[in-house]
């Protein structure tokens, strides 16, 4: 009787040990890349927890230090002028000092039950002590009411300053959906009540992460996946041949006496 090749042990294991190993060092790689295209797509956004079209709302407005030198010193948020809010309250934070800006309006608005004919139009952050640093993130909080209604997002033009002296404006409004500006205005959503997930700035982010991060991370989630596999189907053979070999006594082969009895009479049912 010709036996199945058995695999050697050690061969065995080295090869489960590189397929392994490089099925994690594929996923790894995938999921750095994934890192630095959330990092790269980073940019100033504002989301909110009650929005409602004609009620009172919290704006967050989270803004990320996207260098690795520099902190964020300064922060210029622009409201609507021409759908102005009749009440807006501005975060305290410590370490800045903030300012509201209020100016005349070119025709009066009603907004509830007033009628405006000057608003804040701007709200400024200035740091005082160390401000953002590079690489990290804070929020900056409005109470603002009432909100429009009728109408789809409020768009909140921005300006980020840099310790650097660099100053970059967050004012390219998409035109289309599948538009993506390079510097986006924080736009907030007002066809139904948002939370902070569903307020983004852009369809990619309404959805969750863009369309390259989604397949890079499933792409190193599905070699990993591979890896796994192909490492456990690596193993079978070994068990498999050791139990068919015929020179292993452990094993149950043809004539081991394991199995049903074909023959004696003893065996055979009584009519």
Known sequence: MVGIPVLQGGEDVKSNKLVLRAAAIAAASAFVMLGAANSASAHVTVSSPDAKPGGYAKLVFRV?????????????VSLPKDHPF??????????WKVVKTTEKLPAAVKVGDVTLTEAITTVTWTATAGGVPANEFDEFALSVGRLPEGVDSLSFPAEQTYSDGEVVKWAE????????????????????AITPVAATTDAAEDGGADPLARALGGAGLLLGLIGLGLGLRA??????????????GSGAGPDSGAGPVSGGGSSQAKL
């Open 86 to 95: 009749a009440h807006v309250g501005a975060q305290v934070k410590d370490g």
């Open 235 to 248: 193993r079978r053979p070994t068990s498999a041949a050791v139990a068919a070999d015929p020179a292993d």
């Open 173 to 192: 409004v998409s035109k289309r959906d599948t538009d993506k500006p390079e510097h986006p205005a924080p736009a907030l959503k007002l066809a139904a």
């Open 64 to 76: 990320p230090t996207e260098s690795d030198t520099a902190a964020t010193t300064k922060l210029v």
